[in-house]
Structures are given as C-alpha cells and as structure tokens.
T-cell receptor
Framework: GQQLNQSPQSMFIQEGEDVSMNCTSS?????WLWYKQDPGEGPVLLIA?????ELTSNGRLTAQFGITRKDSFLNISASIPSDVGIYFC?????????FGTGTRLQVFP | DGGITQSPKYLFRKEGQNVTLSCEQN?????MYWYRQDPGQGLRLIYY???????QKGDIAEGYSVSREKKESFPLTVTSAQKNPTAFYLC???????????FGPGTRLTVL
C-alpha cells in the first residue's frame, strides 16, 4: 500500500530546542492530519489542515499544508519531556488515510 | 464519556485459533477502520466500513474478517489463515464533517 515519505525517522534533542519534521508525497491530498502516538497507545490527533498554504497552530505546535498539496510540515517549539513519542502525518485520499512512516522524537533534559 | 473503546488491551492466543477484537464507538461516526501496526512501523489498513452492513478491504485484508451489523460496532476477527498475526491493532472512526479520524487505545495481540 501507499505510504508517505516522512523525515527524519528519528530525532534526539535537548529540552527547550525546536523540532521540525515533514512529509512528502507524489500524490495530491485534500486534507493533512498530524498525530502523536505514545508507546502502547493509539495515535492522538494534533492538528488538521484543509487548505493549501494553511498554517495552523495548537499551543507549541505549528503545522502547514504545502502549496503544492503534496507536502506538510510540523514544528514543535521549546520542546519538553512529554513531547517524547512518535509523530505521524496522514493524508486523506477519498475515504482513506495514507500514513507516513513516523518520526520518533526523544527529548533529553 | 465519548470515544472509541477497544477490548481487551492485551490478548494472547495459541497458533491456529481464531480471535475476535472488539471496537465500539459512541461518537455517532459513520465510518470505522481497522489498522495493524508492527514494531517501528506505520499503520497499515486492514478493513474499513463507511456504513452499516458494508465494508471494504484495505491493503492487508488477507487472513482477517469483519462485520458491521451496528453503527457503533466494528469487530475484527483474526483467522488462523493470517500468517503473522502478532501485532498492535488499532481501530478508528471518521468524522466526515471534519475529515478527521480518531483512534481507540489499541489491542496488542500475541500469538504463541
């Protein structure tokens, strides 16, 4: 099945640093979603994007829907220990979500 | 409390046995989905259902079966035909108005 290219695969950062991750695709999407997954739990929706060029914030998180509709990025500012987890992007194709391979984030105090 | 529930959280079965994973939602969502997640991997779609009494195969449907007799419920059966059933299984439902999918807490299935 189709998957989105998500990078980086993993990140190791110090508390307080900013983080940036992105997803790219060869296909156009009408909706981009960003999720966070803690170990052993289901993904939790962070941000939803509906229009090309849209920039949306949720607290310290900011995500953008790329102009070409083939990419999206997620920024986390001033990281804290509870930001640890796996972040997934997902693009909506008709009635199904296509998921990225995930970015594993580790935050060190 | 509104949401998606999956039970049990952990499930152990012997090889060759069928097992059914439960998924219930009280969000009044029409569409429901089952995903499989292997360690260090993304989510792969097994089956999905947009309305009651209808469902479609996802990318990895072989060895699985589903039913959708009620809007609130979408159980997944892992059959003995599934060659590598040990995985983390996630159920989700979709809000068509906002095009957003919400996930349950997952069931970790281990086949011994």
């Amino acid at each position: 099945g189709q998957q989105l290219n998500q990078s980086p695969q993993s990140m190791f950062i110090q508390e307080g640093e900013d983080v940036s991750m992105n997803c790219t695709s060869s296909s156009i999407f009408n909706t981009w979603l960003w999720y966070k997954q803690d170990p052993g739990e289901g993904p939790v929706l962070l941000i939803a994007l509906y229009k090309a060029g849209e920039l949306t914030s949720n607290g310290r998180l900011t995500a953008q829907f790329g102009i070409t509709r083939k990419d999206s990025f997620l920024n986390i500012s001033a990281s804290i220990p509870s930001d640890v987890g796996i972040y997934f992007c997902a693009g909506l194709v008709t009635d199904k979500l296509i998921f990225g391979t995930g970015t594993r984030l580790q935050v060190f105090p | 409390d509104g949401g998606i529930t999956q039970s049990p959280k952990y499930l152990f079965r012997k090889e060759g046995q069928n097992v059914t994973l439960s998924c219930e939602q009280n969000l009044n969502h029409d569409a429901m989905y089952w995903y499989r997640q292997d360690p260090g991997q993304g989510l792969r779609l097994i089956y999905y259902s947009q309305i009651v009494n209808d469902f479609q195969k996802g990318d990895i449907a072989e060895g699985y079966s589903v039913s959708r007799e009620k809007k609130e419920s979408f159980p997944l059966t892992v059959t003995s035909a599934q060659k590598n059933p040990t995985a983390f299984y996630l159920c989700a439902s979709n809000n068509f108005r906002t095009d957003t999918q919400y996930f349950g807490p997952g069931t970790r299935l281990t086949v011994l």
